[in-house]
């Protein structure tokens, strides 16, 4: 069982940053890591995804070179830095851990089995 927490969200201006953080705790490690994120009325999308080491990273096109995935000292907390930010990247965002990617990343909403509750960012004015 893999609990994770967020936090970090709240109102921003365009062109303004932001960082969440999710720490999980569970019994064994190695396992990957994302953030997911759903607007109103829109399916849950892949953001960005860290591997256990933090060697490896993936992300979505629309924020590549804006947002930043990364490992804490503690490689059971991954942070993402959102730089830029626009008013689409408006959403609940929820980190998500999944338990069978062992050393690499997956940007499939299927391959991930615990999920945060979420924490919303919105951008505007």
């Known amino acids: 069982q893999v609990h994770l927490v967020e936090s970090g969200g709240g109102l921003v201006q365009p062109g303004g940053s932001l960082r969440l953080s999710c720490t999980a705790s569970?019994?064994?490690?190695?396992?990957?890591m994302a953030w997911f994120r759903q607007a109103p009325g829109k399916e849950r999308e892949f953001v960005a995804a860290?591997?256990?080491?933090?060697?490896?990273?993936e992300y979505q096109e629309s924020v590549k070179g804006r947002f930043t995935i990364s490992k804490g000292n503690a490689k059971n907390t991954d942070y993402l830095q959102m730089n830029r930010l626009k008013p689409e990247d408006t959403a609940v965002y929820y980190c998500?851990?999944?338990?069978?990617?062992?050393?690499?990343?997956?940007?499939?909403?299927?391959?991930?089995?615990?999920w945060g509750q979420g924490t919303q960012v919105t951008v505007s004015s």
């Open positions: 998500a851990a999944a338990t069978a990617i062992i050393g690499g990343t997956t940007s499939k909403f299927d391959d991930y089995d615990y």
């Open positions: 569970a019994p064994f490690n190695n396992y990957a």
């Open positions: 860290i591997s256990w080491s933090g060697s490896i990273t």
